[in-house]
């Protein structure tokens, strides 16, 4: 059975709003999900060293795992596109920090393919940068770093509909997750 692993950003938790929608498409495709915590509020989100953090609190859970799980990750829990790197993890980045050089060169470094998510109003995203990331990229005119945009609440949970199916339709094109090979069962005569 394939993994998923949600990395929540620094003020929601991984099971809350846009979090528990992406986590859903991975769910339903009969993946485990693993939701982490944070062990404690980090002090500063956009210091070099949040990345270092953020790849100790989330290593120890893919090590428990083992293969090639999928990762989830949104605005603080990008910080672990260094470790998506290092073990060639596909991945889906909501909301990434585009704006500080780890988490860009960690993404630049990565071999399995990800997906960018992001908003035009969103001041750490960078809609440029992120085609030239990647070919996966969805985003979403006006949408802030919470992907909320402007007008009445239903524009919003439209937003919120599209982005997840984006996520499915990366999923499609990535072959996610990837079909285990059939092991022919063998027959005992008389059975």
């Given at each position: 059975m394939p993994d998923a692993v949600v990395i929540p950003g620094g003020q929601l938790g991984p099971a809350a709003g846009l979090l528990m929608y992406a986590a859903a498409v991975p769910e339903r495709r009969g993946a485990t999900v693993h939701r982490h915590s944070?062990?404690?509020?980090?002090?500063?989100?956009?210091?070099?060293?949040?990345?270092s953090?953020?790849?100790?609190?989330?290593?120890p859970l893919l090590g428990s795992?083992?293969?090639?799980?999928?990762?989830?990750?949104?605005?603080?829990?990008?910080?672990a596109a260094a470790l998506a790197a290092e073990q060639s993890l596909p991945?889906?980045?909501?909301?990434p920090v585009l704006t500080v050089p780890w988490i860009v060169d960690a993404l630049r470094r990565a071999t399995a393919p990800f997906l960018l998510v992001g908003g035009t109003a969103d001041p750490l995203w960078d809609g440029p940068l992120a085609r030239r990331?990647?070919?996966?990229?969805?985003?979403?005119?006006e949408?802030?770093?919470?992907?909320?945009?402007?007008?009445?609440?239903?524009?919003?949970?439209?937003?919120?509909?599209?982005?997840?199916?984006?996520?499915?339709?990366f999923l499609d094109t990535i072959h996610w997750p990837p079909r285990q090979p059939c092991t022919p069962r063998r027959?005992?005569?008389?059975?």
């Open positions: 944070w062990s404690r509020q980090p002090v500063d989100l956009l210091e070099r060293q949040i990345e953090w953020v790849g100790n609190e989330i290593a795992l083992g293969g090639k799980p999928l990762l989830i990750g949104k605005s603080l829990g990008t910080n991945a889906v980045w909501l909301t990331l990647s070919p996966h990229v969805f985003e979403i005119e949408a802030d770093h919470g992907m909320q945009v402007p007008g009445p609440l239903l524009d919003s949970i439209a937003a919120l509909g599209r982005t997840v199916t984006a996520i499915d339709q027959l005992t005569p008389g059975r």
